[in-house]
């Protein structure tokens, strides 16, 4: 069954970490939306432009299986400034389904608007050291119940394979990965 996963993009995200999620999930057969909080092209952190299938205010009432947030600054901040985006992201850990952040998002995003109140989490290096808690801060990739979060674009493969497994099972991240010559 195909699951429905929503990845927010905003100028400034980064883009190695979104086009890392997108693809990964979209071979494990994902339901992927590319929805942006600003305008449809955005200019990613690193100059590449990415266009999004639809804008955040076309996605606030649909349900989803995952929310996952690229990090990139300031795309971070440009994501946690949409209060339709925190709507949906609260929305979503109150009703136990998944939300993940890698890179800035944990940080700029989950942290700021209590989305990860006493959790294991980690972030970029340097933005993590204000969590509740900090247990985890150096993992390359921390589930705490309903929430997954990662480190950095060095890490965004590693993430993307572990929410597959989230979804889909350890079967089908290991068959990703041997597809794509990936040691999982």
């Given at each position: 069954?195909?699951?429905?996963?929503?990845?927010?993009?905003?100028?400034?995200?980064?883009?190695?970490?979104?086009?890392?999620?997108?693809?990964?999930?979209?071979?494990?057969?994902?339901?992927?939306?590319?929805?942006s909080?600003?305008?449809?092209?955005?200019?990613?952190?690193?100059?590449?432009?990415?266009?999004?299938?639809?804008?955040?205010?076309?996605?606030?009432?649909?349900?989803?299986?995952?929310?996952?947030?690229?990090?990139?600054?300031?795309?971070?901040?440009?994501?946690?400034?949409?209060?339709?985006?925190v709507?949906?992201?609260?929305?979503?850990?109150?009703?136990?389904?998944?939300?993940?952040?890698?890179?800035?998002?944990?940080?700029?995003?989950?942290?700021?608007?209590?989305?990860?109140?006493q959790?294991?989490?980690?972030?970029?290096?340097?933005?993590?050291?204000?969590?509740?808690?900090?247990?985890?801060?150096d993992?390359?990739?921390?589930?705490?119940?309903?929430?997954?979060?990662?480190?950095?674009?060095?890490?965004?493969?590693?993430?993307?394979?572990?929410?597959?497994?989230?979804?889909y099972?350890?079967?089908?991240?290991t068959?990703?990965?041997?597809?794509?010559?990936?040691?999982?």
């Open positions: 069954m195909s699951k429905r996963v929503l990845v927010p993009i905003a100028d400034g995200c980064e883009e190695i970490e979104t086009a890392c999620i997108v693809d990964v999930l979209r071979r494990a057969e994902a339901d992927v939306t590319v929805a909080v600003g305008k449809l092209q955005v200019t990613a952190s690193r100059g590449m432009k990415l266009v999004a299938d639809k804008l955040i205010s076309e996605c606030v009432n649909d349900p989803y299986d995952l929310i996952v947030v690229p990090g990139g600054m300031p795309g971070a901040e440009n994501l946690r400034d949409s209060k339709e985006l709507e949906m992201l609260k929305r979503q850990q109150q009703d136990g389904k998944l939300f993940a952040a890698i890179c800035a998002s944990p940080a700029v995003v989950l942290h700021h608007h209590g989305l990860l109140a959790r294991k989490a980690t972030a970029y290096p340097g933005l993590a050291e204000e969590f509740e808690n900090t247990e985890a801060i993992s390359r990739v921390v589930v705490d119940g309903n929430c997954i979060t990662s480190r950095a674009p060095g890490t965004a493969m590693e993430f993307a394979l572990k929410l597959v497994e989230i979804l099972g350890e079967q089908k991240a068959e990703i990965a041997q597809s794509m010559l990936v040691d999982w």
